[in-house]
């Protein structure tokens, strides 16, 4: 589902919209609101319906992709830590040719010339903008080696890629930003195991292990390493106006306890602390799925997280119920919520946070990914109007993990210069020059903070290395008919006061094919 729009923002919004999609046809708000002191009445966003030719259908907005950040922003509050390992008088990619040998073979011998003269075929769903920082970001790599990457963006990615693999004439490397469409290659055994081509001490070493953990997806013979993550973003994030916040003497909490006791401070002062909105034409609802999915992680293992999104542990069960209720505590309180709970289904999402910049704000906190800045109001900048915490964990046990989405890299067919290339997407040095230009956030841990254009993604970017653990969107995973169907209704309908909890979370297990 990663600055009021102008024409070049809203083409390069869009683009990664439809990216999100893996090619749909989604229609999004193109204008974002002027500030109001008034719940906001939302304009209908057409989303597309759930495509039930694969397993992974995601809400088709928010997410994955919208990563172009604001070239402009301003110094985020927060300074960046020392994170990230890469020395900031290198260039990512000096690194990794210094490296090579232990990255695998076939990179050594790329950087070493042998590979010149080949070519590698990549599709995926970069188009405009986005196609053009693609190939930038392979540019000087393509030089050194004399390997041609020669990428076809489509927005018509998820359905082209199917008749491509199905007709048995693969692209040797596809970009999927949604895992559950390469996982139905994966279980076909069309796609190559990562883990026989790239060293996997390399692998441990650059990525957190929760990244490792998503790319592993089950094939005919087994689990295997599907691919390699390249560019992702973070929706682990509230928003909120600093100028504001600071003078009312709020301060930034660094637990789910302490937000709850700011939002009843701002509630006390006379304010509501929460601007939410979930409408979003067809696909109204997919908001509140990012709240419950945050606040799983937050509340129970990864195991249950993940046995969520197979449909092996229910939405029902005592687990999801308490994520739900955890949330109804913040949603279901007229006092905290600008509008009251009765506004949440009829603003829309990117609608939502516009009180926020309000003289005074209309609400102080907003809880979204980095895509969301696209929708605050024009000449707005980050760290002077609004700035952006970390959601607070809830359970110490769980530690601090993000929510995350993001573009994983497959190999469908295996020869040594397709080795040295889905090689080079494993290292940061890869998308080094998307990172610079904006609009890219890097999961390896050989990327360098100081690589950032702006401090927006550079604490996005901070917050995703530090995690304790990462996990995908769990209704972008879930089969189409759950996470962009029963699961975006049965949580519209308990939000809108029409059905009870346990009756919703019934009905969405209902939906579960083959339940």
Known sequence: MLRKLSLVALVAMLTALI???????????????????????????????????VAAT???????????????AAAATVAPTEAATAPSGETGLAAVQANAASISQELADAFDGKLKGTTVTMTGPFVAADEVKFNASVEEFETLTGIDIQ???????????????????????????????????????KVVDVSEVINADWLTQNYNQSWIDIATMEGGSGPITAGVWNRVNGKSLVWYPKVAFEENGYTVPETWDEMLALTEQ??????????????????????????????MLRTTSLENYDKWVAGDLLFSSPEVTAAAEKMSEIWLNDEYVFGGRASI????????????FADPPG?????????????????????????????????????????????????????PETRAVLSYFSSAASVESWVRSGGA????????????????????????????????????????????GSFWKGMTDYVAGTVELDQALTEIDAAWPGR
């Open 151 to 189: 990428y076809v963006g489509s927005k018509e990615f998820e359905a082209s890629i199917k008749i491509q693999v199905d007709g048995g004439n693969p692209p040797d490397i596809a970009d999927f930003p949604q895992p559950g469409l390469l996982a139905t290659f994966v279980a076909q055994d």
């Open 363 to 415: 609400c102080y906190l907003h809880r979204q990914g980095n895509f969301i800045t696209s929708f605050f109001p024009e000449g707005t900048v980050a760290g002077e109007d609004y700035d952006f915490f970390y959601l607070p964990p809830i359970d110490p046990a769980f530690g601090k993990p993000v929510l995350v989405a993001g573009d994983i890299y497959a190999m469908f067919n295996d020869r």
């Open 58 to 72: 995601e809400a088709p907005t928010e997410a994955a992709a919208a990563t172009e950040a604001p070239t402009e």
């Open 345 to 356: 289904v009829t603003t829309g999402f990117g609608d939502s946070p516009t009180p926020m």
């Open 266 to 295: 701002i509630a006390a002062d006379g304010d509501t602390a929460w601007c939410i909105g979930i409408e979003s034409g067809a696909a109204t609802g997919w908001a509140v799925t990012d709240w419950m999915e945050d606040i």
């Open 441 to 484: 956030i890097s999961p390896h841990n050989d990327s360098s903070l100081e690589w950032y254009s702006n401090d927006v993604d550079r604490k996005v970017a901070d917050i995703i290395l530090q995690a304790d653990s990462v996990r995908f969107d769990a209704s972008d995973l879930m089969p189409g008919v759950v996470g962009a």
């Open 19 to 53: 990216a999100a999609c893996g090619g749909g046809t989604a229609a999004t708000p193109t204008t974002p609101p002027a500030a109001a002191t008034t719940a906001p009445v939302a304009e209908a966003t057409v989303a597309p319906a759930a495509t039930e030719a």
